[in-house]
């Protein structure tokens, strides 16, 4: 092994390639995540991908891990350690609203729902979100057959804005109507 390869390997960790194919994806899709491609936009060797990965599909699949547990990590855990159930909820709209590159992310995932590898996380991220709204809504005082369809309401609400932002670029809001679509929604959907 000569210096160059050895000092490829250690100044990139898996976690690099990882962020650098999320941000691929959330760039040009799914299939747009290449070996090559990836090694040119990190100036490295393919060789420094192989050090960390076998395979274009390992590291498709550890990226895709990855962003599904930086949602729960990031944005679930701060929000559930607001005391008030009442706060939680417009807390948790204010936070994911300004989080752009996990947005597109998850919009190039649902353009994507036909790869097998990523149907699987896309349905475990999409049933925990839904039933942390739905214990967040029912914390925040409604009854339980209520909390679960305002919570499905709410995500799909999420996934509609998603699509019609980042798949058909519409519509185009400025950031101030941005942040008035956002607390319009918590009036809306916070009892």
Known sequence: MNASNKTERSRLSAEDWEDAALALIAE?????????????????????????????EALLQ???ERWEQYGEREV???????????????????RVA?????????????KALDHPQVVPVMARVSQRRVDFLHTAYKQAGMEPVEALNRARLTY??????????????????????????????IATLIP
């Open 28 to 56: 040009q899709g799914v299939g747009a995540v290449a070996v090559e491609a990836l090694a040119r936009q990190l100036g490295v060797t393919k060789g420094s991908f192989y050090w960390h990965f076998r395979t274009r």
């Open 62 to 64: 550890a990226s895709l």
């Open 76 to 94: 679930i855990i701060q929000i559930e350690s607001i005391p008030n159930p009442r706060e939680r909820l417009p807390e948790l709209f204010r």
């Open 98 to 110: 300004h989080e752009i590159q996990p947005h597109r992310v998850y919009a190039a995932l649902l």
């Open 156 to 185: 799909a609400a999420y996934v509609g804005f998603l699509q019609l932002n980042f798949t058909l670029g519409l519509p185009r809001i400025s950031h101030e109507e941005f942040d008035a679509y956002v607390e319009h929604m």
